[in-house]
């Protein structure tokens, strides 16, 4: 019988103090349900039981959960200064024109007035075009299909965040 040993990044991850480790989880989702439920399944043999925990805890978020969730993530092409996390996933906005940098910030505060939270989307490897064209379109929706959108988004960013952490060394 063969026995793989985890990835430097998720060893490293497994072996974080628990505080250490919250942290950063708290990084990859502001949801503490969410770290919390990922924090008690440690260790984690591979980095997809990782993700596959990441998921099954965002499924089971409650509203108010998935509401703190979203609460973490600065506004489309406004990251928060100093946060390299949301500027690196947000670089489709770094050098889009004024016009579409304003149009985007009218159209997110349209949408917070409808929705009351951030419009939130998977923006890695993404355009400022391509964004503004999406809140454009989710501004139609409904605020019950509009969550479920905001889940499957959550739990792109989740993922990515969650690579980010244990590829790294």
Same mark, same amino acid.
């Given at each position: 019988?063969? @026995?793989? @040993? &985890?990835? &430097?990044?998720?060893?490293?991850?497994? =072996?974080?103090?628990?505080?250490?480790? $919250?942290?950063?989880?708290? +990084?990859?989702?502001?949801?503490?349900?969410?770290?919390?439920?990922?924090?008690?399944? /440690?260790?984690?043999?591979?980095? +997809?039981?990782?993700?596959?925990?990441? +998921?099954?805890? %965002?499924?089971?978020? @409650?509203?108010?959960? #998935? +509401?703190?969730?979203?609460?973490?993530?600065?506004?489309?092409?406004?990251?928060?200064?100093?946060? &390299?996390?949301?500027? /690196?996933? =947000? $670089?489709?906005?770094?050098?889009?024109?004024?016009?579409?940098?304003?149009?985007?910030?009218? %159209?997110?505060?349209?949408? =917070?007035?409808?929705?009351?939270?951030?419009? %939130?989307?998977?923006?890695?490897?993404?355009?400022?075009? =391509?964004?503004?064209?999406?809140?454009?379109?989710?501004?139609?929706?409904?605020?019950?299909?509009?969550?479920?959108?905001?889940?499957?988004?959550?739990?792109?960013?989740?993922?990515?965040? #969650?690579?980010?952490?244990?590829?790294?060394?």
């Amino acid at each position: 019988m063969t @026995s793989t @040993s &985890p990835s &430097p990044g998720l060893a490293r991850f497994n =072996q974080l103090e628990e505080s250490a480790a $919250r942290a950063a989880l708290l +990084d990859a989702c502001a949801s503490t349900t969410w770290a919390n439920r990922l924090l008690a399944a /440690r260790p984690y043999a591979t980095a +997809d039981e990782l993700y596959t925990a990441g +998921d099954a805890a %965002l499924a089971g978020l @409650s509203e108010a959960d #998935l +509401d703190e969730a979203v609460a973490g993530h600065p506004p489309i092409g406004r990251p928060r200064p100093g946060d &390299p996390v949301s500027a /690196r996933e =947000q $670089r489709g906005m770094a050098g889009a024109p004024e016009e579409l940098r304003a149009e985007m910030l009218e %159209l997110n505060l349209a949408y =917070q007035e409808k929705f009351g939270h951030v419009f %939130l989307i998977c923006a890695t490897g993404r355009t400022g075009e =391509q964004m503004r064209d999406a809140v454009k379109e989710r501004l139609g929706n409904a605020p019950e299909r509009e969550r479920e959108i905001v889940r499957t988004e959550l739990g792109k960013i989740n993922r990515i965040r #969650l690579a980010r952490l244990v590829e790294e060394d």
